[in-house]
């Protein structure tokens, strides 16, 4: 057997546990933490903390999320999906990712 290459044996563990912060904009205004969190718990679990950090001309709020993973999966389901308000306009989300 040959060795193996050292990038091969090189692994990350940093920020697998979380806390996990997203960022997620374009919320039509009027959208609150509230909405935000109750439909990013139902996909990603437990979030620790959810605020809107700008409410105009679109809202933007940051959901820290126990784990990665739920992270992930919220950003998965939500990242580029045209949203509905009940208004006549669709927002289409950008969600992000920043370690907190």
Do not use: Y
């Not at 105009?56 to 940051?62: D, S």
């Not at 999320?65 to 509905?84: H, P, Y």
Request: aromatic fraction near 12%.
């Amino acid at each position: 057997m040959g060795q193996a290459k050292s990038a091969d044996k090189e692994v990350s563990i940093r920020g697998i546990a979380g806390p996990f912060s997203v960022l997620a904009q374009n919320f039509a205004p009027g959208t609150s933490a509230a909405d935000v969190e109750n439909a990013f718990t139902r996909v990603g679990g437990q979030i620790l903390k959810c605020v809107v950090l700008k409410s105009e001309p679109f809202v933007l709020v940051e959901a820290v999320f126990a784990s990665r993973e739920g992270g992930a999966l919220a950003i998965n389901k939500f990242d580029g999906v045209m949203v509905w308000d009940f208004s006549p306009f669709f927002f289409n989300l950008e969600i992000f990712s920043s370690k907190h």
